[in-house]
């Protein structure tokens, strides 16, 4: 996936209302119609999120003549997550590294500990 | 405690309404230890990384008002971050960071270490840039070079849309 499209499906799903739609869209196909039942808004703005879902690569219509039902294209999304995973995986990584360094720190912080105790006794 | 399957996990979001990267991780280590794992030079470079990278600190002032600049590299290839201290306080680093191969793009980093108690600590960090395109592109340069700077995840949106 190429980054301008990776802000393309960040910006589609930063609006609420189309990640609703997202998240039925992800149980089965819908018109637009059937997308705009359950909101107060007309067929009109609704198509306007959908286009945007469209060009992001999230949706696609089928020329089904009337219905032309919204599909999901999950394999955006699996590529989105995969994306998103291997970044966290970095960050884990790194961490873990961190938690070497602060092993050792602790190491020794406790031998100078029991050095200064050795001294006092 | 088991070292092996105890391992703290990285939590990532990636604001949908924001340019911002939030992420957490605890510690076994007290809020000044993992200062002292940030502030000072020589165990920065050990773990800031990514893995089979060398870093090299060039130049480094963590304290209020200072500087930091540094090199990672491998095989001859080099990267380079530089940024501001803005703020180095008991429990909280604010810094700004550049990756030198987007001279223009800067983003602030709020680091703040929350002590949980018991010898543990939980990093919050979280990274501002500058656009949604700066905060995607820098997801996209982990995946191209393996620079781990910048942290993203959407579990609560993913799991929101499944």
């Known amino acids: 996936m190429a980054v301008d499209q990776l802000s393309r499906v960040f910006a589609a799903l930063a609006d609420p209302t ?8 992800a ?22 999120h959908i286009k945007v879902l469209t060009d992001a690569g999230l949706v696609s219509q089928t020329k089904d003549a009337q219905r032309r039902p919204c599909h999901l294209e999950a ?6 997550t995969k994306w998103i995973e291997r970044y ?3 960050a884990q990584e790194r961490y873990e590294r ?7 720190m602790r190491g020794e912080e406790q031998s100078t500990h029991h050095r200064e105790q050795g001294a006092a006794s | ?9 990285v939590s990532i979001e990636a604001d949908p309404g924001l340019p911002i990267i939030r992420m957490t991780r605890d510690f076994d280590a007290t809020p000044a230890q993992l200062m002292r794992a940030h502030t000072d030079p020589e165990l920065f470079a050990r773990w800031v990384g990514p893995n089979g990278m060398q870093t090299k600190i060039l130049d480094w002032d963590a304290t209020t008002g200072g500087r930091w600049r540094y090199v990672a590299g491998r095989d001859g290839e080099e990267y380079g971050f530089h940024g501001s201290f803005h703020e180095v ?9 550049t990756f030198d191969g987007q001279p223009d793009g800067v983003a602030l980093e709020t680091l703040r270490f929350e002590d949980l108690g018991d010898g543990r600590t939980r990093l919050h960090a979280q990274s501002l840039v500058d ?8 997801l996209a340069s982990g995946m191209e070079t393996g620079v781990d700077e910048g942290y993203a995840k959407l579990d609560a949106l993913i799991a929101e849309l499944r």
């Open chain 1, 27 to 48: 149980v089965g196909d819908a018109t637009v119609g059937e997308l705009a039942d359950p909101y107060d808004v007309s067929v009109q703005a609704v198509s306007k």
């Open chain 2, 1 to 9: 405690m088991n070292a092996t399957s105890n391992r703290y996990q």
């Open chain 2, 131 to 138: 656009s949604f395109e700066g905060r995607d592109q820098w």
């Open chain 1, 18 to 25: 189309r990640r609703d739609m997202v998240a039925r869209l």
């Open chain 2, 89 to 97: 306080g008991e429990d909280r680093i604010v810094q700004t960071f």
């Open chain 1, 75 to 80: 394999e955006v999304f699996d590529l989105m």
């Open chain 1, 88 to 90: 966290r995986q970095q």
């Open chain 1, 98 to 104: 961190l938690d070497t360094v602060l092993a050792e």
